[in-house]
């Protein structure tokens, strides 16, 4: 906006850290501020303007730069509420001296904070990595992260005594009610922050103490179990003593084995020598032996090759008997066949016999006729 002005006074002869001062901030599509760049002096610094020329536009910025929620700035209730109109998407993002994160890529809408802070002297934060100067910038969108330098300076942007934005002022002026005014002191001197963590510290504890009781309930069965291993581990460690008492008897009695196994070495030692004096005369014993086994070797030969005469005499024998018994089947077919010619023969001798006898009766009662008609 072209209306404010900044009015600086260097105090150049008063000594003091360097390091923190803010030395530009830029705007741009922010709030009312479509390009706004104005660059402070190190230590007082007066923004004047009529109104609605952006002046707490200004302040709002720098607290929406180090991290203040949109709430807290009492001007809107979203981050992108702060995009000029006619902007209607924005990105969050945090840059020291390069872009360190970026959470999505700008269109040609979004709002854009950039502070200046210089970074010289003994609370220079990170000199070796950030140089003399540190470059916030935040490009508003739909997430939000913090910023390294919010956490080493410990700007509390909603601390009233740090950032005391217009509606905030008035609020405080206004309010005639002690209980207001101690509020706002409270919040001031942090102690409100002091509050809230004893607050959360006593609810943990409170937290802390049923999970200590309930650990020690659970624990009870645990301890139970742990006495009854400790009876175990003294049973064992009695076991162990028996363990080691028998080991000591198994050596003893490996010691008897050898002692036994060496008695009866020497007594086998000594049969071996009574036997090596029989040697000879069983040496003997098995030549003679052989000698008979030798005799028996050629008497086997020669029945072998008797067996093997006898067994040609006998496939011999064989032949011819079933030659004979070839002829014999002959024979046999050949006396059936004899007998059935006999047979035959025989019916038909018997049939003329019978023949001749009829014949002859005939004859005779013929004859016996041809004398009756003679007589």
Known sequence: MGDSSVFTQPLSALRRSSAG???????????????????????????????????????????????SRAKETQRATTLKEF???????????????VVVGQSGCCRKTYAVIQVEIKNEGEDAFKPE?????????????????????????DIDVENPCVIMSQDKSREF????NDKDKFKFFFKATLLQQVNDLLVSIETRLGSANTLVEELEKSIEPILKELNELQVKIRNMEHVEEISQ??????????????????????????????????IPMCQARIDRQLGKIEELRECLIKKKT????????????????EDLQQRLSLATKERLELEE???RKTNKIQKMVNHVRRLEQQVHEVHEQDLKNTQ
């Open 341 to 343: 010619e006999h047979g």
């Open 129 to 153: 990595i950030y140089g003399d100067l540190i470059i916030v910038e935040r490009r508003i969108s739909v997430s939000t992260s913090s910023t390294v330098l919010k956490d080493h300076r």
């Open 306 to 321: 008797q067996i093997a005469s006898m067994m040609e005499k006998t496939t011999e024998v064989r032949r011819m008997k």
């Open 245 to 278: 008492q028998v080991q000591m008897l198994k050596k003893k009695l490996a010691w008897s084995w050898v002692y036994d196994v060496d008695r009866q070495l020497q007594e086998q030692s000594t049969k071996i020598e009574k036997l090596k004096d029989r």
């Open 21 to 67: 001062i803010i030395l530009r901030i830029r705007l741009e599509n922010f709030m009312c501020h479509s390009s706004l760049q104005i660059e402070f002096g190190e230590w007082l610094n007066f923004i004047t303007g009529q109104n609605g020329s952006g002046k707490s536009a200004i302040l709002t910025a720098l607290c929406v730069a180090f991290g």
């Open 173 to 176: 002026l206004h309010s005639g």
């Open 83 to 97: 995009i000029k109109t006619g902007c209607r998407f924005v990105v969050l993002a945090f840059v020291c001296l």
